[in-house]
């Protein structure tokens, strides 16, 4: 799950609300031949489904046991990082090739600084074999899903940001990006005009629980709400 500060409080935002973002994101993009791309919907698919193995983790969310801070999805245990990403692509690998390897690549990105690491190492090296056995399935050049898991790469930063309340600002896949609380600004602007979104989620008191059951009972009693984030060309 994602936390995000307000005030005292933090939002909760799931990894699914989050990757629906990115998908609304990607559904409305107007360049770069995106519109006319003959992977269209998988591209769309895997932008909604990229963090589909969090579902379970989200809904029975994990204090740190000396804090009793709510951990959010940089803080959760590697071991259930690796159950989330081997869920996560086993769930659309008979479905659809293309769309687990897209989700395969994203978890390969998020964690390629860990390549020298010795308890991640092996993890890797299984999750490199495992997209070659997807990619000699779909006969697609290694070329075509780099192209493609750009743009599960650009809209996970940019829904994450909106989610997260960032502000800050950076480049990516020849866009500049510009993070405000509630607002995102980019150039070229790929939408065919400034756009407003809701992302769901819930606040929760910002302190120490008493264990994962205190935020449990505190995470199901929180009402849910609609959080605006708009979107709109830089200056």
Do not use: K
């Not at 979104?197 to 009693?221: K, N, Q, S």
């Amino acid at each position: 799950m994602i936390l995000a500060p307000q005030d005292g409080r933090l939002l909760v935002v799931t990894q699914n609300d989050h990757a629906h973002l990115a998908a609304e994101l990607l559904s409305l993009w107007r360049r770069d031949g995106l519109p006319e791309h003959p992977r269209r919907r998988q591209l769309l698919v895997a932008a909604r489904e990229h963090d589909n193995g969090w579902r379970e983790a989200d809904s029975a969310p994990r204090c740190d046991r000396e804090s009793g801070r709510p951990l959010d999805f940089v803080a959760v245990p590697q071991e259930l990082r690796r159950e989330i990403w081997r869920r996560g692509v086993e769930r659309f690998r008979s479905r659809d090739a293309w769309v687990a390897l897209l989700i395969l690549q994203h978890a390969i990105s998020l964690h390629r600084s860990l390549e020298d690491d010795e308890e991640w190492a092996p993890l890797l090296g299984e999750w490199r074999r495992t997209r070659q056995e997807l990619l000699d399935e779909s006969a697609a050049p290694a070329e075509d899903l780099d192209q493609d898991y750009r743009w599960i790469e650009l809209t996970d930063l940019l829904s994450l940001g909106l989610c997260s309340g960032w502000s800050r600002r950076r480049e990516l896949h020849g866009y500049r990006i510009e993070l405000r609380p509630g607002e995102l600004r980019l150039n070229p602007f790929p939408f065919a005009g400034a756009t407003t979104f809701r992302v769901a989620g819930r606040t929760i008191e910002d302190r120490p629980y008493g264990g994962d059951a205190d935020l449990g009972v505190e995470l199901a009693t929180a009402r849910w709400q609609q959080t605006r984030v708009r979107v709109a060309p830089a200056g």
